[in-house]
Nanobody
Framework: QVQLVESGGGLVQAGGSLRLSCAASGRTFSRPAMGWFRHCPGKEREFVAAISWSGGSIAYADSVKGRFTISRDNAKNTVYLQMNSLKSEDTAVYYC???????????????????WGQGTQVTVSS
């Protein structure tokens, strides 16, 4: 079985930064596309960022573009989300997801992802 474990969440003041990590373990992936999603209170889960296996294709939600950076280290089976200039509206549970069926494209649709982490809470105080 594949496991995704997020870490790096916490409480930060508005304008601050956090770096989330998502480590994959278990059955070896076949070059998965990876994504980050978030679930804000009172809203549906939404797309944040996605990255192809090579890192050559990246996409961001408009709400985080210019502030968040997604990256990956395939040797460590880890994907990262660097979050800068955080705002109170970034408060959410952040989830990483993996889609082993797609390597060279980015995936925005959460229904396309097969594996999910348990989530990590990010709270931004204003």
């Amino acid at each position: 079985q594949v496991q995704l474990v997020e870490s790096g969440g916490g409480l930060v003041q508005a304008g601050g930064s956090l770096r989330l990590s998502c480590a994959a373990s278990g059955r070896t992936f076949s070059r998965p596309a990876m994504g980050w999603f978030r679930h804000c209170p009172g809203k549906e889960r939404e797309f944040v960022a996605a990255i192809s296996w090579s890192g050559g294709s990246i996409a961001y939600a408009d709400s985080v573009k210019g502030r968040f950076t997604i990256s990956r280290d395939n040797a460590k089976n880890t994907v990262y989300l660097q979050m800068n200039s955080l705002k109170s509206e970034d408060t959410a549970v952040y989830y990483c997801a993996a889609d082993p069926s797609r390597s060279w494209t980015i995936v925005r649709d959460e229904s396309e992802y097969d594996y999910w982490g348990q989530g990590t809470q990010v709270t931004v105080s204003s």
